[in-house]
Nanobody
Framework: QVQVVESGGGLVQAGGSLRLSCTASRLTFDDYTMGWFRQAPGKEREGVSCISRHGDRTYYTDSVKGRFTISRDNVKNTLYLQMNSLKPEDTAMYYC????????????????????WGQGTQVTVSS
């Protein structure tokens, strides 16, 4: 069974940076599209960014474009999310997900048929 585990969350002041990591196991990593999602209290889970199997295509929700960068290392089976210029509205639980059959811009949708979800890592941005 595919497993993904997030790390790297924390408390940061507005304008600061964090890098999230997601390590995957029990899968052939470059067979999977990978994505980052987030969920704030009282809100629905939303897609933040996703990346194609070989990293040649990336997608971002509008609110993070120019501030966040997604990347992956297919040798280390690890997904990253570099978050710069963080804002209080970025505060949320951030989740990593893996999908064997999702592709294209549909990867920003939480209900696109993701095969595995992590437990999440909390990101809190203070003003």
């Amino acid at each position: 069974q595919v497993q993904v585990v997030e790390s790297g969350g924390g408390l940061v002041q507005a304008g600061g940076s964090l890098r999230l990591s997601c390590t995957a196991s029990r899968l052939t990593f470059d067979d999977y599209t990978m994505g980052w999602f987030r969920q704030a209290p009282g809100k629905e889970r939303e897609g933040v960014s996703c990346i194609s199997r070989h990293g040649d295509r990336t997608y971002y929700t509008d609110s993070v474009k120019g501030r966040f960068t997604i990347s992956r290392d297919n040798v280390k089976n690890t997904l990253y999310l570099q978050m710069n210029s963080l804002k209080p509205e970025d505060t949320a639980m951030y989740y990593c997900a893996a999908a064997a059959t999702v592709s294209g811009q549909w990867c920003l949708l939480p209900n696109s048929g993701w095969d595995a979800w992590g437990q999440g890592t909390q990101v809190t941005v203070s003003s």
